[in-house]
């Protein structure tokens, strides 16, 4: 069965740079969940979209931004990019904006150096 | 087989009740995290085990790392626990595994 797709999964970045991290959710999933969780730490939640529209929003930087586009994959942009988002950014899809059920992606591992 | 399982799927009790999650892991992990969701938000992380037994008020979360197994436990549980129980598991390859939660619901 297909799965959530995240791309790149690996990713260097250099400070003040930016990055943006692809989500591919599962098909006839419409909602997607970004997760960011940083070495050692626990998962935090960033921000959600429900049929193209945001739902929820958590801890997201204000230097973050992110979207979700017709056909239901989402990007996060990443703008000047600190040392401190050196983290592993995973992204999460349901099918309906209140769903008990996410299916998770592989992540993606950003390194700022 | 799935990495990570989790047990029950679904579990409904009444208030007050003694509640256990399971969780079983095929993999060798650095830790295991114990989550919650309640719905429409995010992930809120209850617990972070490597080895041994941690308590945060009603919470009670253990591990058994020889036998790649943790347990969640709620005492006293009230309505407002319910939410989605998910575990997750740091892989010594530092990848995250997210079993498929567990939907607790609370009778009051």
């Known amino acids: 069965a297909a799965g959530v797709i995240q791309s790149p999964r690996h990713l260097i970045k250099e400070k003040r740079e930016t990055a943006t991290l692809k989500c591919y959710p599962i098909?006839?999933?419409?909602?997607v969940y970004w997760y960011q969780q940083g070495p050692g730490q626990d998962p935090q939640f960033l921000i959600s979209?429900?049929?193209?529209?945001?739902?929820d929003k958590g801890s997201i930087p204000d230097r973050f931004s992110a979207q979700q586009f017709s056909d239901y994959h989402s990007e996060l942009n990443m703008s000047s990019l600190e040392l401190g988002d050196s983290a592993l950014y995973f992204c999460?899809?349901?099918?309906?904006?209140?769903?008990?059920?996410?299916?998770f992606g592989p992540g993606t591992r950003l390194t700022v150096t | 087989k799935n990495e990570v399982e989790q047990s029950p799927q679904n579990l409904t009790a009444q208030e007050g009740e003694f509640i256990t999650i399971n969780c079983s892991y095929s993999?060798?992990?650095?830790?295991l995290h114990w989550l919650q969701q309640h719905p429409g938000g995010g992930i809120v992380s209850l617990f972070m085990?490597?080895?041994g037994k941690k308590k945060h008020g009603r919470l009670i979360a253990t591990i058994n790392i020889q036998e790649k197994h943790s347990s969640l436990h709620i005492t006293a549980s009230h309505p407002r626990d319910s939410a989605v129980y998910i575990c997750?598991?740091?892989?010594?390859?530092?990848?995250?595994?997210f079993g498929k939660g567990t939907r607790l619901h609370i009778l009051p």
């Open positions: 999460a899809s349901s099918r309906g904006e209140i769903s008990y059920e996410q299916y």
């Open positions: 098909p006839r999933h419409d909602t």
């Open positions: 979209f429900y049929e193209k529209m945001q739902s």
């Open positions: 993999v060798g992990i650095s830790a």
């Open positions: 085990l490597s080895s």
């Open positions: 997750a598991v740091r892989s010594k390859g530092d990848k995250i595994i």
